[in-house]
T-cell receptor, first 115, second 113 residues
Framework: EPEVTQTPSHQVTQMGQEVILRCVPI?????FYWYRQILGQKVEFLVS????????KSEIFDDQFSVERPDGSNFTLKIRSTKLEDSAMYFC?????????????FGPGTRLTVL | GENVEQHPSTLSVQEGDSAVIKCTYS??????FPWYKQELGKRPQLIID?????GEKKDQRIAVTLNKTAKHFSLHITETQPEDSAVYFC????????????FGTGTQLKVEL
């Protein structure tokens, strides 16, 4: 059973287009994270989200990226104007619970292909 | 910022042998060190972790050791099986700093029959 579900599983878009990736937690957790993994490379941190606010972001997470929790449940990552180098797997992860926020469990990921 | 180095990049062992993967970290404030297993096309799966107040942790055939002084930690897999074949990533984080995980570059483990 996945810790979170992610949609879509695969997204193909044209360079310059906006994409929205979605993460749906199974239950009501406070800690969420977005990571990306370029094919064949290591996993890279993008942003952490605690109690509906960004708690930390990496240098990758520039003005083209944003995160939201629009309905208090779904957790979205938006890329405003995609670039070829944004092609990667994007993983949403959640903390185990409010008392054990270290452990992070990854969703199945969204494969983003920018043409 | 934090940097995590991981060695070796590839490791091939015979079924039944042991496998050891090593990581070093740069930030002495790091206090949580998880290991993830990633099969081809799948998500990283947390297999074991260790906190800085513990020197060793074991879970069946896998164990992790931590040397805080030297700032390195290792994953040990005993009695390897073909299903252990995957890419293994170490990571490090400092709790209280957003808990972002900094990952190593991964080790491709191949267990041969």
């Amino acid at each position: 059973e996945p810790e979170v579900t992610q949609t879509p599983s695969h997204q193909v878009t044209q360079m310059g287009q906006e994409v929205i990736l979605r993460c749906v937690p199974i239950s009501n957790h406070l800690y969420f994270y977005w990571y990306r993994q370029i094919l064949g490379q290591k996993v890279e941190f993008l942003v952490s989200f605690y109690n509906n606010e960004i708690s930390e972001k990496s240098e990758i997470f520039d003005d083209q990226f944003s995160v939201e929790r629009p309905d208090g449940s779904n957790f979205t990552l938006k890329i405003r104007s995609t670039k070829l180098e944004d092609s990667a797997m994007y993983f949403c992860a959640r903390g185990l619970d409010v008392y054990s926020y270290n452990e992070q469990f990854f969703g199945p990921g969204t494969r983003l292909t920018v043409l | 910022g934090e940097n995590v180095e991981q060695h070796p990049s590839t490791l091939s062992v015979q079924e039944g042998d042991s496998a050891v993967i090593k990581c070093t970290y740069s930030d002495s404030a790091s206090n949580y060190f998880p290991w993830y297993k990633q099969e081809l096309g799948k998500r990283p799966q947390l297999i074991i972790d260790i906190r800085s107040n513990v020197g060793e942790k074991k879970d069946q055939r896998i164990a992790v050791t931590l040397n805080k002084t030297a700032k390195h930690f290792s994953l040990h897999i005993t009695e390897t099986q073909p299903e252990d074949s995957a890419v293994y990533f170490c990571a490090a984080t400092f709790t209280g700093g957003g808990n972002k995980l900094t990952f190593g570059t991964g080790t491709q483990l191949k267990v041969e029959l």
